[in-house]
């Protein structure tokens, strides 16, 4: 239970439901610690830098993916293999978010605050 309250923000789940979600706050978080270059190919990253990235990471995922993944010991090819493993997603949500919003009909709804909340879903 320690563990959760020491997280920045949720660990991405082993289905990788929010894998999109997670993926933006990754990126936020590496780029305010100043470590956004250790996930990009030829990042020229020390020893030190890429340590603490990977501890991250590691700390951010479920502990199904820690032990999938526990010979990983380089965060870009921790971040190279969830993004193979769950990247399809991306395909997923928008074909399911494009059909959405084809069938959302004002008519539909009951209220507009119903209606402006199923339509900023999605949106985001």
Known sequence: MANIKNRKFIALDISGKNYLSWVLDVKLHLSAKKLRHIIDEDNAASNEERVTAL??????????????????ENPLELWQNLNDKFE?????????ALNDWSQLRFQDFKTVSEYNSTLFKIVS
């Open 55 to 72: 501890i991250f990471l590691r700390h951010h995922i479920d502990d199904g993916l820690k032990y999938e993944y526990l010979t990983v």
């Open 88 to 96: 399809h997603l991306k395909a997923v949500v928008l074909s399911k």
